[in-house]
């Protein structure tokens, strides 16, 4: 990982401990002042209780003007993932509602070089 590039890695179910994890990266992601590529590795059946979802909901109200303040882009990688569906993805309403690019990787490695490569603004 660079200074430039934070990885979150979803693996099946999340614990508790986990989901605390994630919400306390995302609000240190918030405090950031310099921008980075978000990858965001999902493997295995990923599932977050309510409880993380409610405070990542409320996290993204509270910093969506605030995004490209922190983040350039994000990479979601599926490396389980049998079918290609990154132009599905890259187009989605999920997409059009960040303030920067969505992209697809099928493997981390492939991610990191979408991520070292990222345009410049």
Partial sequence: MTDDIILF???DAQS???GESYIRALYALSARTEPVILIMLFTGHVEQDHET???AALWFRQNRDR???FAKGLIQVEPDHEHD???EFENSNFARMLP???KHAHSLDE???LAK???KI
Avoid: G, I, T
Wanted: with cysteine; proline share 12%; glycine share 0%.
């Fill in 100 to 102: 920067f690019p969505l």
């Fill in 9 to 11: 890695e979803m693996v």
């Fill in 16 to 18: 508790s401990a986990d």
């Fill in 85 to 87: 569906h990154a132009e």
């Fill in 111 to 113: 991610a990191y070089a």
């Fill in 67 to 69: 995004l490209p303040c």
């Fill in 117 to 119: 490569n990222w345009p």
């Fill in 53 to 55: 979802r409610k405070q």
